[in-house]
């Protein structure tokens, strides 16, 4: 990255990046050398270890826990639009040979080697969103590169994520290029959904749950589904059309329940979806009080661990979230049980549902593992990415 200013690690501070990692933590910078305070936000950077030798090429937020971000390993390539184009393009290349129709996460970041970008596609319009200071200062180049390679109709500008204030960034929405309306629609399975791309979770949909969806579908026919922070429906909508014989969204968003009802009657399944608006765990224990009783539930909550000293407080919240859904089952049921805190391990997931089912007086059989959609793939030598794990279990009787 010819005329970037050098960012020295200190000794032995280059083990992680060595085997491939892209992050650089501020207590890793030999700050003697080149100290942090030098550098302004999101400016382009050589990274290099103690004795010199060059490392990558990113940029740097001295204001960060996460001070740097490598996105070439290539002395030749600069970090601007012309590598931004490139990396669209390796990205849609996989996209397209994974989904037959233009409804996917295009961008993810450190597994797309573009840190801090996440453009997720909704047919002619695409939502971005920006998290560090890096891509803030190439904002127009992602635009740019995603206009010349797309040619969208719209591109709005979700940088509303309250991750932006670790890197000092202001939290904004805005329209970038061309139209995009209220509300779009867009396909996963056989149905369709109307979301806002303006407002709303994330860029407006959950595409890291498709997979998962599409082989719950298959569990449901003629069998009686409790959502569980159901967002806009995407589980309860699905279940219906795959013949669920009823199905309840609880949802403690009033506007987001509105969804449900709009794309319940959008794919005419609105007479098989109800919803309930509550808290999910006061929801659950009047349902119970009201002995009421599900063949399937899914539970699809919100991080409840999203920094690592939230541990123990996040664990024993999923304990008591998955034993309320236990107590609703029937004899013979299913649960779905997902979670999206990167802090809690796969093992550790499980682990705590078959706690909830030993306090439940229940058995389980796992049918199922399942993760992240493939439009989020994951980058080997970054944890960070592979975040999302779900559990398919038939649950039984203690016998």
């Known amino acids: 990255m010819t005329g ?47 004795q010199g030798k060059w490392l990558g090429s990113g940029y740097v937020n001295p204001a960060s826990l996460i001070c740097a971000r490598i996105v070439s390993r290539d002395r030749a390539v600069a970090f601007d639009g012309s590598l931004l184009v ?19 996460r295009l961008l993810f970041g450190e597994a ?12 002619d319009y695409l939502a971005v969103q920006v998290t560090t200071a890096g891509m803030e200062v190439l904002r127009d180049e992602v635009v740019a590169a995603l206009v010349k ?12 994520s309250s991750i932006r204030e670790l890197e000092g960034l202001d939290r904004y929405v805005e329209l970038a290029h061309g139209e995009v309306p209220t509300w779009v629609d867009l396909e996963e399975g056989d149905s369709r959904f109307r979301v806002s791309l303006y407002e709303g979770q994330k860029t407006g949909w959950f595409y ?19 959502d569980v922070c159901s967002y806009v429906g995407a589980w309860s909508v699905r279940a219906a059309m795959a013949g669920a014989g009823s199905v309840t969204a609880v949802d403690v968003s009033s506007a987001a329940l509105a969804q449900v009802n709009e794309n319940a009657a959008l794919n005419r399944v609105e007479g098989q979806v109800a919803t309930l608006r509550g808290d999910a765990f ?10 009421e009783q599900f063949d399937v539930v899914v539970l699809d909550p919100p991080a409840f661990i999203k920094r690592r000293k939230d541990q123990k407080e996040g664990m024993l919240a999923y304990r008591r979230l998955n034993e309320a859904a236990l107590r609703l089952l029937g004899r013979d049921g299913l649960l779905v049980t997902a979670s ?25 059989q796992l049918l199922q593992y399942g993760q992240q959609s493939p439009d989020h793939p994951i980058h080997p030598a970054v944890p960070e990415t592979a975040y999302l794990k779900a559990y398919t279990l038939r649950c039984l009787p203690t016998l």
């Open 86 to 104: 490139h990396r669209v393009k390796v990205a849609l290349s996989l996209r397209e040979r994974l989904y037959a129709r233009p409804f996917y």
């Open 4 to 50: 970037a200013e050098i960012l020295r690690l200190g000794k032995d501070q280059d083990r992680r990046l060595r085997a491939g990692h892209v992050w650089v933590y501020s207590n890793e910078v030999d700050t003697a050398q080149t100290p942090l305070k030098a550098f302004t936000p999101g400016q382009a950077v050589q990274i290099e270890n103690a």
């Open 112 to 123: 797309d080697g573009v840190p801090g970008l996440v453009v997720d596609r909704y047919g």
């Open 208 to 226: 890291d749950q498709s997979a998962n969806r599409d082989a719950f579908v298959h569990h449901v026919a003629g069998r009686r589904v409790l």
């Open 340 to 364: 999206c805190s990167f802090h809690m391990h796969r093992d550790e997931l499980l682990r705590t549902v078959q706690q909830a089912a030993r306090h439940s007086d229940r058995s389980l």
């Open 282 to 291: 006061d929801v659950m224990r009047d349902l119970r009080a009201d002995r």
């Open 149 to 160: 390679v797309l040619k969208p109709r719209g591109v709005v500008l979700r940088n509303d």
